[in-house]
């Protein structure tokens, strides 16, 4: 299994500022994800964060509004840019770890979330 | 693409009776399944998933599904709730390694009565 701890739990921004939040894994995971889960919604894919490249945006998603680094297995940042009250939203961090056998292990594990509220 | 439909956005049961969460999924194979559970102010939790076997899965806290293939269904059952498993639940289903983005379901608010 893996526990992920996300920095800042939450926090209160003013539009047109930026905010990175980062994303810390107790253990190595195959494959890190950014998810957003707006106000009494579902979660929505934002990007997979590639080790050492450029993340893999899903379709509405840029880099310039949200660039994503994963320097390594265990750590990776988003950062939320120019924000708007439309971005006011929990932001959630997950990994998958693969198995030995390089099937999926089949779990998504989270963290907690950072919730944003821009005003 | 694969979707997933929750078709019950809030449910209420009262503690100590059944409890049947719906899940429809939409996908030309068998994808993975997956029941996440989410507190109040918390993360996701995995309750439990499907991958292929024994049709009827079983979780944590006394949480149970049925995949049927025929009804694209993977709906959740407990026989009998508690206070403490007032939460959002998610269905979400998965394609395969190498790809294991999920897709979430809308969710379904639980609210449990005395």
């Known amino acids: 299994s893996a526990v992920i701890s996300q920095k800042p739990s939450r926090d209160i921004c003013q539009r047109g500022t930026s905010l990175t939040i980062q994303c810390q894994v107790d253990?190595?995971?195959?494959?890190m994800f950014w998810y957003r889960q707006q106000p009494g919604q579902s979660l929505t894919l934002i990007a997979t964060a590639n080790q050492g490249s450029e993340a893999t945006y899903e379709s509405g998603f840029v880099i310039d509004k949200f660039p994503i680094s994963r320097p390594n297995l265990t750590f990776s940042t988003l950062t939320v840019s120019n924000m708007s009250p439309e971005d006011s939203s929990i932001y959630l961090c997950s990994g998958t770890i693969g198995s030995a056998g390089g099937a999926w292990a089949g779990e998504l594990f989270f963290g907690e979330g950072s919730r944003l509220t821009v005003l | 693409a694969q979707s997933v439909t929750q078709p019950d956005i809030h449910i209420t049961v009262s503690e100590g009776a059944s409890l049947e969460l719906r899940c429809n999924y939409s996908y030309g194979a068998t994808p993975y399944l997956f029941w996440y559970v989410q507190s109040p102010g918390q993360g996701l939790q995995l309750l439990l998933k499907?991958?292929?076997?024994?049709?009827l899965v079983q979780g944590i806290k006394g949480f149970e599904a049925e995949f049927k293939r025929s009804q694209s269904s993977f709906n959740l059952r407990k026989p009998s709730v508690h206070w403490s498993d007032a939460a959002e639940y998610f269905c979400?289903?998965?394609?395969?390694?190498?790809?294991?983005?999920?897709?979430f379901g809308t969710g379904t608010r639980l609210t449990i009565i005395p």
């Open positions: 253990s190595q995971v195959t494959m």
């Open positions: 979400a289903v998965g394609l395969n390694f190498g790809n294991e983005k999920l897709t």
């Open positions: 499907y991958f292929s076997g024994d049709t």
